[in-house]
């Protein structure tokens, strides 16, 4: 009996370093993808992409010891995608939805993979499921911003301004998207409404360039 219970005991400490290890290394992925997105952000593109590889890594160690998670195919599609390796991202993203279809982490992020891939019809389709979904969503006004962007470059201005209209009211402290309402609300001939959208531009950034010539131009008509 003394024997028996000391292999529980000894199992039990087994399984609960496992547990913590794998815990661990999940949060590793992650961590290592917002230290690369840190460094990013600083224009350190390439150590960053030295922790952007880390978080795949880890990521693809999960998958091969059946450990993965919801987060572990988040992390992954997340990393390929800063990495601009649509397809891979898109890839990754689909093995994640097909294990869990509500993760809108991934939807969002396929979302953003599609379009960058050039094709808006399944940018579009991801971008939508995730704004119905989750309209006040930690990710709506880029998606709202991605669904303009669409709209835009397939010339359906007023759908584009409806779309960069709702990403702006989630954040208004955007220039680029002030920028990109200003040339959609141009192109439909919304003279006023327009120059209202790329002073709000220049407000935010005041030495956007491409702001301030359009203003000008249109301030000269």
């Given at each position: 009996?003394?024997?028996?219970?000391?292999?529980?005991?000894?199992?039990?400490v087994?399984?609960?370093?496992?547990?913590?290890?794998?815990?661990?290394?999940?949060?590793?992925?992650?961590?290592?993808?917002?230290?690369?997105r840190d460094l990013e952000a600083r224009n350190r593109r390439t150590e960053a992409d030295v922790y952007y590889n880390e978080a795949i890594r880890i990521?693809?160690?999960?998958?091969?010891?059946?450990?993965?998670?919801s987060e572990t195919y988040?992390?992954?599609?997340?990393?390929?995608?800063?990495q601009n390796k649509y397809n891979d991202s898109i890839t990754w993203g689909e093995r994640g939805l097909s294990l869990y279809a509500n993760e809108f982490r991934i939807i969002e992020t396929m979302g953003e993979a599609w379009f960058y891939a050039g094709d808006y019809r399944r940018s579009l389709s991801f971008m939508q499921r995730y704004t119905n979904a989750l309209p006040q969503g930690e990710r709506s006004s880029i998606a709202f911003f991605f669904t303009g962007e669409i709209y835009r470059l397939?010339?359906?201005?007023?759908?584009?301004?409806?779309?960069?209209?709702?990403?702006l009211r989630l954040s208004p402290e955007v220039a680029l998207w002030w920028y990109r309402l200003a040339t959609v609300r141009e192109a439909?001939?919304?003279?006023?409404?327009?120059?209202?959208?790329?002073?709000?531009?220049?407000?935010?950034?005041?030495?956007y360039q491409n702001a301030i010539d359009a203003l000008a131009r249109l301030q000269a008509q």
């Open positions: 009996m003394k024997c028996t219970g000391i292999r529980f005991w000894l199992l039990a087994f399984l609960s370093f496992a547990f913590h290890a794998e815990a661990q290394n999940s949060e590793s992925a992650m961590q290592n993808y917002q230290t690369g990521c693809q160690d999960e998958v091969a010891r059946n450990i993965a998670t988040t992390v992954i599609s997340w990393a390929l995608l800063r397939t010339q359906r201005y007023r759908h584009a301004d409806i779309a960069y209209t709702t990403a439909t001939g919304d003279r006023t409404q327009a120059i209202d959208a790329f002073q709000q531009a220049i407000r935010i950034d005041p030495n």
